[in-house]
């Protein structure tokens, strides 16, 4: 593939997003953060969109204290009714702001306005399908044993943190404060330094929904300040993070000190694995999405693919082939099917990726390079890369890129599939292309994976849950027990028997 097969871009685009002020959210107060200037950059044409100042120790020692207060007040008493109602409020006010969220979204982020449109839209559906499940969140009366009468009742937290990436910020949000509020706590977001304008942009939408001040913080900044001091604060009872493994180990080891609970929802080097009786078609076209919308940059991305020996170079030839058609260009072009990536920094990390796999052995073919040309030079752009001829072992094969990188692999039978599939330390997602219903239900048993799609790939649901096996994660988000993540049980006996114990004579 050539530098410019299939690069259409646009030329200029309209940048003409509303940009939020220089304020954070500190238990509903606005302000300017009282830590270090930071500056958000398109990553699309690399011009700075704005300067924020982050949070700082005590900004978030503040927010931690004031949300103690709020969710110690009425919020924790009103029914679960009357809590819903503020979730539906807060949905219906995201999308009343939808195409200035996708668009200042994409500017940040960099990912299509197609794809950012649809985080928008999920984020206000996350929020009503909390505020349904919240609406029929039912206590447990449970089996009688003996002399009382048994329940199971479930208690808020109290103020829990929500540390959200880059990749997808508003929704990922959702899928943290919905359920944590729902739930009845407070709850301090630290988005990504790199993309925090759509978090602050939906503090001031739950802010105009009523929401009692107090239960929502926004505390942008770096990780390893304000994220740290989040997770460490002896006043959060709870923190859920999206992220990396690494990040993922330490934010473990910190809540092992405090004895806290916490969901981690880390990375991943899914297999996506074609049978040989699959629809070539369909299966095409959905690895394609699978590793490649969102430039790659998703933790569930299909990033190893595996194909059966003998078909293999049939199946390669339409893929490399539609690889090759895919438009390259900004985020804000209708016609964008791969934007750029978040940063410079990180689309020269995933080009390091693809060297280091050229030097080990692995062809090349689409892709492999940074595109130039004017509407290219100043961005972070990478073109969507299929690599073949590496072994699974392979450092391109077992690290995670996050870029528009696929590596390809055959296999000889399935038990070879099976334990080579396996073959990682992560286990989040699998897809799987046969038309044989048995072969799908057996093979999708014996993957080690929280999520795995069965022609088809990269769908979520609110009602569905999600999370990850091994070092891909602990703990579940959505689903009707989502809003049970932030709270504590409670059990309660209810002493039925007329007369006094008799041990005590």
Same mark, same amino acid.
């Given at each position: 593939?050539?530098?410019?097969?299939?690069?259409?871009?646009?030329?200029?685009?309209?940048?003409?997003?509303?940009?939020?002020?220089?304020?954070?959210?500190?238990?509903?107060?606005?302000?300017?953060?009282?830590?270090?200037?930071?500056?958000?950059?398109?990553?699309?044409?690399?011009?700075?969109?704005?300067?924020?100042?982050?949070?700082?120790?005590?900004?978030?020692?503040?927010?931690?204290?004031?949300?103690?207060?709020?969710?110690?007040?009425?919020?924790?008493?009103?029914?679960?009714?009357?809590?819903?109602?503020?979730?539906?409020?807060?949905?219906?006010?995201?999308?009343?702001?939808?195409?200035?969220?996708?668009?200042?979204?994409?500017?940040?982020?960099?990912?299509?306005?197609?794809?950012?449109?649809?985080?928008?839209?999920?984020?206000?559906?996350?929020?009503?399908?909390?505020?349904?499940?919240?609406?029929?969140?039912?206590?447990?009366?449970?089996?009688?044993?003996?002399?009382?009468?048994?329940?199971?009742?479930?208690?808020?937290?109290?103020?829990?943190?929500?540390?959200?990436?880059?990749?997808?910020?508003?929704?990922?949000?959702?899928?943290?404060?919905?359920?944590?509020?729902?739930?009845?706590?407070?709850?301090?977001?630290?988005?990504?330094?790199?993309?925090?304008?759509?978090?602050?942009?939906?503090?001031?939408?739950?802010?105009?929904?009523?929401?009692?001040?107090?239960?929502?913080?926004?505390?942008?900044?770096?990780?390893?300040?304000?994220?740290?001091?989040?997770?460490?604060?002896?006043?959060?009872?709870?923190?859920?993070?999206?992220?990396?493994?690494?990040?993922?180990?330490?934010?473990?080891?910190?809540?092992?000190?405090?004895?806290?609970?916490?969901?981690?929802?880390?990375?991943?080097?899914?297999?996506?694995?074609?049978?040989?009786?699959?629809?070539?078609?369909?299966?095409?076209?959905?690895?394609?999405?699978?590793?490649?919308?969102?430039?790659?940059?998703?933790?569930?991305?299909?990033?190893?693919?595996?194909?059966?020996?003998?078909?293999?170079?049939?199946?390669?030839?339409?893929?490399?082939?539609? %690889?090759?058609?895919?438009?390259?260009?900004?985020?804000?072009?209708?016609?964008?099917?791969?934007?750029?990536?978040?940063?410079?920094?990180?689309?020269?990390?995933?080009?390091?990726?693809?060297?280091?796999?050229?030097?080990?052995?692995?062809?090349?073919?689409?892709?492999?390079?940074?595109?130039?040309?004017?509407?290219?030079?100043?961005?972070?752009?990478?073109?969507?890369?299929?690599?073949?001829?590496?072994?699974?072992?392979?450092?391109?094969?077992?690290?995670?890129?996050?870029?528009?990188?696929?590596?390809?692999?055959?296999?000889?039978?399935?038990?070879?599939?099976?334990?080579?599939?396996?073959?990682? %330390?992560?286990?989040?997602?699998?897809?799987?292309?046969?038309?044989?219903?048995?072969?799908?239900?057996?093979?999708?048993?014996?993957?080690?994976?929280?999520?795995?799609?069965?022609?088809?790939?990269?769908?979520?649901?609110?009602?569905?849950?999600?999370?990850?096996?091994?070092?891909?994660?602990?703990?579940?988000?959505?689903?009707?027990?989502?809003?049970?993540?932030?709270?504590?049980?409670?059990?309660?006996?209810?002493?039925?028997?007329?007369?006094?114990?008799?041990?005590?004579?």
């Amino acid at each position: 593939m050539t530098a410019t097969g299939a690069l259409e871009h646009a030329g200029p685009v309209p940048n003409d997003v509303p940009i939020p002020p220089d304020e954070i959210l500190v238990a509903g107060e606005w302000r300017r953060g009282a830590g270090p200037e930071s500056a958000t950059v398109d990553p699309g044409d690399g011009a700075v969109i704005t300067t924020i100042h982050q949070a700082s120790v005590a900004d978030v020692d503040e927010a931690v204290a004031r949300g103690a207060v709020a969710a110690a007040g009425p919020w924790r008493d009103l029914l679960p009714h009357e809590r819903a109602r503020y979730l539906h409020r807060i949905a219906d006010g995201i999308d009343a702001h939808a195409e200035r969220l996708a668009r200042l979204q994409t500017r940040d982020t960099g990912k299509t306005l197609r794809e950012t449109s649809a985080l928008v839209a999920s984020a206000a559906g996350t929020f009503r399908y909390v505020a349904a499940a919240l609406e029929t969140f039912d206590e447990e009366l449970t089996t009688q044993r003996g002399p009382s009468l048994t329940m199971s009742v479930h208690d808020p937290i109290g103020v829990v943190g929500a540390i959200t990436p880059w990749n997808s910020p508003i929704a990922s949000d959702a899928q943290k404060i919905a359920p944590a509020i729902a739930a009845g706590n407070a709850v301090l977001l630290k988005p990504a330094e790199w993309t925090p304008l759509v978090s602050l942009a939906l503090g001031r939408i739950i802010g105009e929904s009523g929401l009692p001040a107090g239960l929502v913080s926004v505390l942008p900044g770096q990780g390893s300040v304000v994220g740290d001091a989040i997770v460490r604060h002896s006043g959060v009872g709870k923190v859920s993070f999206t992220g990396g493994t690494t990040t993922g180990r330490v934010i473990a080891h910190a809540a092992a000190d405090k004895l806290m609970p916490v969901s981690l929802e880390l990375g991943g080097k899914s297999p996506t694995i074609v049978f040989d009786d699959a629809d070539f078609e369909a299966a095409v076209a959905g690895i394609a999405y699978g590793i490649y919308s969102s430039s790659g940059q998703s933790c569930i991305a299909g990033s190893r693919l595996f194909l059966p020996e003998a078909r293999a170079e049939e199946f390669l030839d339409l893929l490399v082939a539609t %690889v090759r058609r895919l438009r390259v260009g900004h985020g804000l072009d209708p016609r964008t099917q791969v934007a750029p990536l978040v940063h410079h920094r990180h689309r020269d990390s995933v080009a390091g990726h693809v060297e280091r796999a050229r030097a080990d052995g692995g062809e090349v073919l689409a892709g492999g390079e940074v595109p130039t040309g004017p509407g290219y030079d100043a961005g972070a752009y990478y073109l969507p890369t299929v690599i073949a001829g590496l072994d699974n072992s392979s450092a391109t094969c077992q690290e995670e890129i996050f870029g528009p990188v696929l590596s390809v692999l055959t296999y000889a039978d399935e038990d070879d599939l099976i334990a080579r599939a396996n073959d990682s %330390v992560y286990g989040l997602a699998c897809g799987l292309w046969t038309r044989d219903y048995r072969t799908a239900w057996r093979v999708a048993r014996r993957i080690e994976a929280g999520t795995v799609w069965i022609n088809t790939y990269k769908q979520f649901s609110s009602s569905t849950p999600f999370g990850g096996m091994k070092e891909s994660g602990l703990g579940r988000e959505k689903g009707r027990r989502g809003i049970a993540e932030y709270m504590r049980q409670k059990s309660l006996y209810w002493g039925l028997d007329a007369a006094p114990h008799p041990w005590a004579g």
